[in-house]
T-cell receptor, first 111, second 113 residues
């Protein structure tokens, strides 16, 4: 699986949008971009995934650049409960595919 | 989304003893489950892939004789830490695939004294 690069930490004001970047310049054509987050001392939580089109669900939006070498996870109205480590992972979309976690971005939402 | 549970949520054991951690998929069947380990302030490290009805596949550097994995049914995988030592103290997390999605358990904190 391709590797990803994320900033180690970011701050965001409560109520504002949090934009978390991820670089995946070596992504293959059949690899998807997945985002998970991990709140302290809990298991990771799935957020969203996409291939090349922008995606949106009740938690977040995922913007993937046209060349697919980078993406941005957007939390439109961050709350204190969104404070967590956010992981960007690329992997093939097949059953049994393992997830390899990088270091992620530690997002701190501040009042 | 699908629910994965782990038991126990935390355990303290003495050095030299063995500890078993259970991972269950509550509302779906999982032919493949994964076991991760996480040390403080670090990311998750994949230990092994657990396959129902067959031997687990271990990542490089993970001792298969120390971390015994059994996936006897489509809803249960177990990880046994044998002859545990203080350096095995960690947060152990399992996950299970449902289709192309992967869902994680809440984790088990192991402390070896």
């Amino acid at each position: 699986d391709a590797k990803t690069t994320q900033p180690p930490s970011m701050d965001c004001a409560e109520g504002r949008a949090a934009n978390l970047p991820c670089n995946h310049s070596t992504i293959s054509g059949n690899e998807y971009v997945y985002w998970y987050r991990q709140i302290h001392s809990q298991g990771p939580q799935y957020i969203i995934h996409g291939l090349k089109n922008n995606e949106t669900n009740e938690m977040a939006s995922l913007i993937i650049t046209e060349d697919r070498k980078s993406s941005t996870l957007i939390l439109p109205h961050a709350t204190l409960r969104d404070t967590a480590v956010y992981y960007c992972i690329v992997r093939t979309y097949n059953q049994g595919g393992k997830l390899i976690f990088g270091q992620g971005t530690e997002l701190s939402v501040k009042p | 989304g699908a629910v994965v549970s782990q038991h126990p949520s935390w355990v303290i054991c003495k050095s030299g003893t063995s500890v078993k951690i259970e991972c269950r998929s509550l509302d779906f069947q999982a032919t493949t489950m994964f076991w991760y380990r996480q040390f403080p302030k670090q990311s998750l490290m994949l230990m092994a892939t657990s396959n129902e009805g067959s031997k687990a596949t271990y990542e490089q550097g993970v001792e298969k004789d120390k971390f015994l994995i059994n996936h006897a049914s489509l809803t249960l995988s177990t990880l046994t830490v044998t002859s545990a030592h203080p350096e095995d103290s960690s947060f152990y997390i399992c996950s299970a695939n449902q289709g192309a999605e992967q869902y994680f358990g809440p984790g088990t904190r192991l402390t070896v004294t």
